[in-house]
């Protein structure tokens, strides 16, 4: 599957620089305590857009759920359909969600609840993107707790 290159805008370029250094960063907003991703320019809860930092997450995640991807609109990825996307809540903060192929499991079997880990894959000179992957595979499926 290729992977998209990043266009870092002035926004997201702290994303970017912290994944070009093996970390994955989330929009912390000191103001009212609360995590934010993808970047935005304020804070979605309380607006402000001064108390907006960024912090290192463990890099660590659980698959919430996954759809399989049969007619995709986005035109690089056509060759490659069907193809997984995983849904990732991070650890530290299940409101915080990624989006995953997860390189390596196969079609429609993906081990929904199991943990996964950050990976940082070289897409050009210089440029790192994330991915996830699932935790050395040992039973590590666990329902979710309700
Ligand atoms: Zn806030």
Same mark, same amino acid.
């Given at each position: 599957?290729?992977?998209?290159?990043?266009? $870092?805008?002035?926004?997201?370029? !702290? *994303?970017?620089? &912290? +994944?070009?250094?093996? #970390?994955?960063?989330? %929009?912390?907003?000191?103001?009212?305590?609360?995590?934010?991703?993808?970047?935005?320019?304020?804070?979605?809860?309380?607006?402000?857009?001064?108390?907006?930092?960024?912090?290192?997450?463990?890099?660590?995640?659980?698959?919430?759920?996954?759809?399989?991807?049969?007619?995709?609109?986005?035109? $690089?990825?056509?060759?490659?359909? !069907? *193809?997984?996307? &995983? +849904?990732?809540?991070? #650890?530290?903060?299940? %409101?915080?969600?990624?989006?995953?192929?997860?390189?390596?499991?196969?079609?429609?079997?993906?081990?929904?609840?199991?943990?996964?880990?950050?990976?940082?894959?070289?897409?050009?000179?210089?440029?790192?993107?994330?991915?996830?992957?699932?935790?050395?595979?040992?039973?590590?499926?666990?329902?979710?707790?309700?």
């Amino acid at each position: 599957m290729p992977k998209p290159i990043p266009v $870092p805008d002035e926004l997201s370029k !702290p *994303f970017w620089d &912290a +994944v070009n250094q093996r #970390q994955l960063v989330v %929009q912390s907003c000191t103001a009212c305590n609360r995590r934010q991703y993808p970047p935005q320019p304020t804070c979605a809860k309380c607006g402000s857009k001064d108390h907006l930092t960024w912090l290192e997450t463990s890099g660590r995640g659980r698959i919430q759920g996954y759809v399989v991807e049969r007619d995709t609109r986005m035109e $690089p990825l056509v060759p490659d359909q !069907p *193809f997984n996307i &995983a +849904v990732i809540e991070l #650890q530290e903060d299940p %409101q915080i969600l990624f989006l995953s192929h997860l390189p390596g499991v196969p079609l429609g079997q993906v081990p929904v609840g199991a943990r996964v880990e950050v990976r940082f894959d070289q897409v050009a000179p210089g440029q790192l993107i994330h991915e996830w992957q699932v935790e050395n595979s040992t039973g590590g499926y666990r329902p979710r707790k309700k």
